[in-house]
């Protein structure tokens, strides 16, 4: 990982490699998000996060929502390598609280749609501090719960929060 940048290849790895969740942990986290925070940012915007260990270094989640307005929330996908100050920020699944446009090929996403970052390469040289400013439109999910369970699916997470099977079923193709 020269120059602290990954390539396209090690970002895959990394949202590849299994993750174990810590169970108890997991339900707290839900339990942070939806009740109350630990590190309220303004009255109505609350923040939870969740580390799981890896070998090589430590993934965080970290959920952002507005108690006000459903649509305005981010689920966060980070990870620190051990030894490196460094946090690579790998993911982001936004709720449809406004738009964005990316920046390199010009194409918007309209307000109010629900979109998800992916870091790359390519925006890792371009801006050093935003390698995760390229983003798709969804509509896989409305609610901060349903960006979660879909950052856990697809992020390699395995084990169960509050009961529900990590990875659901229903997000590989199955009944």
């Not at 901060?144 to 099977?165: I, P």
Request: proline share 7%; charged share 25%.
């Amino acid at each position: 990982m020269a120059n602290n940048m990954l390539s396209d290849q090690e970002i895959a790895s990394l949202v590849a490699l299994p993750k174990l969740l810590p169970a108890r942990r997991s339900r707290q986290l839900l339990e942070e998000t939806r009740y109350r925070s630990k590190n309220e940012i303004t009255p109505h915007q609350v923040e939870a996060s969740l580390a799981v260990p890896a070998d090589n270094g430590l993934f965080t989640i970290l959920v952002r929502r507005n108690k006000l307005r459903a649509i305005d929330f981010a689920v966060i996908l980070f990870y620190s390598e051990r030894g490196r100050v460094n946090d690579y920020r790998l993911r982001q699944y936004h709720g449809g609280h406004g738009g964005h446009t990316n920046p390199i090929e010009g194409t918007p996403i309209p307000p109010r749609t629900p979109h998800i970052h992916l870091a790359t390469y390519r925006y890792w040289e371009r801006d050093h501090d935003q390698p995760d400013r390229f983003a798709v439109a969804t509509d896989t999910f409305e609610v901060w719960e349903e960006a979660l369970y879909r950052l856990l699916s697809e992020c390699g997470f395995h084990g169960s929060v509050q009961g529900v099977q990590i990875p659901w079923p229903e997000l590989r193709g199955e009944p």
